[in-house]
């Protein structure tokens, strides 16, 4: 743990979707109206959505983020794969044959290396560009953010940041990859959120305090047993001395088979901004 004056502070973003990330940038802008900026922490982990809104709330005003995410959007298709029902198959079938995360990670990156061996090739490129649209900057802010990636060849999580010598597109699409592996000098990552969990609190391990933003509220399709939940490593932090805030939205009805519909950002963005209003309090004491 930091033994200096001052306490260190990490954000953790976890996945959820596009409405995941619409909520996570509303409710960082809810915090910022009660008074809370969290943007300042020493690091920012993103995960899948949480990668993009760390580098949204990074590179540009979190509040005009927030505004943005209000205006009205027509509901179409996003992201990589099919749709969001038949993936959830998919992954009920690979974890319901692991015996525990490392096999489900290799199980994982083995399935999308198949996938990625049957495709045209065209996918990746489109898929740079969709992300990098997203993106108010191009280059890495002056700021830790790391985010978390799976190495499909390998099943190995890992992590990219300023220093990793990988463009900020590149390391938002990788994260945010769940269906076809995205390439990077020869090496096939995927999305963060098969590391361990959506949120992959466990990055912050050795932060003062942290604060964990969760648009799925915690829950995870794996076995309890396995240990990956959001509550298994909000348990270590503490027992390794960190303070650990959560906050999850007070509705699910946006989130899990909705979380590609665009449609439904507006509302998922003012969900959060109310549920960061309502958590500013709470946070402000462990953000001091």
């Given amino acids: ?138 280059d890495w802010p002056d700021r830790l953010i790391r985010l978390t990636v799976l190495e499909a060849d390998t099943g190995e999580p890992a992590a990219f940041d300023r220093d990793s010598g990988v463009s900020l597109a590149d390391a938002v699409a990788a994260s945010c990859s769940s269906g076809l592996p995205f390439w990077i000098d020869g090496r096939p990552y995927l999305d963060g959120g098969y590391r361990a969990n959506a949120e992959n609190a466990d990055v912050a391990t050795g932060y003062d305090r942290v604060l964990v933003l969760s648009p799925f509220g915690g829950r995870s399709l794996h076995p309890e047993e396995w240990g990956t939940h959001l509550a298994a490593q909000v348990d270590a932090l503490r027992a390794g001395g960190s303070a650990v805030e959560v906050i999850g939205p007070d509705s699910e009805e946006l989130f899990g088979t909705n979380a590609m519909d665009v449609s439904l950002r507006p509302a998922a963005a003012q969900a959060g901004h109310a549920d960061g209003k309502a958590a500013a309090e709470r946070v402000a004491e462990l953000w001091r």
């Fill in 1 to 138: 743990m930091n033994t200096s004056s001052s306490p260190t502070r990490a954000l953790v973003l976890g996945g959820g979707g596009s409405t995941g990330n619409a909520w996570l940038v509303g409710v960082v802008g809810g915090l910022l109206e009660g008074g809370v900026d969290v943007t300042d922490a020493d690091l920012i982990v993103g995960t899948s959505a949480g990668a993009t809104a760390a580098v949204q709330i990074t590179t540009a005003d979190p509040a005009a983020v927030y505004t943005a995410t209000l205006a009205p959007v027509q509901a179409r298709q996003t992201g990589p794969g099919r749709p969001v029902s038949d993936q959830l198959e998919r992954m009920l079938a690979i974890i319901d044959g692991s015996a525990d995360v490392v096999e489900m990670r290799r199980r994982i990156g083995a399935a999308a290396l198949e996938r990625d061996a049957e495709a045209d090739g065209t996918w990746q490129p489109q898929w740079r560009f969709t992300v990098a649209a997203r993106l108010p900057s191009q």
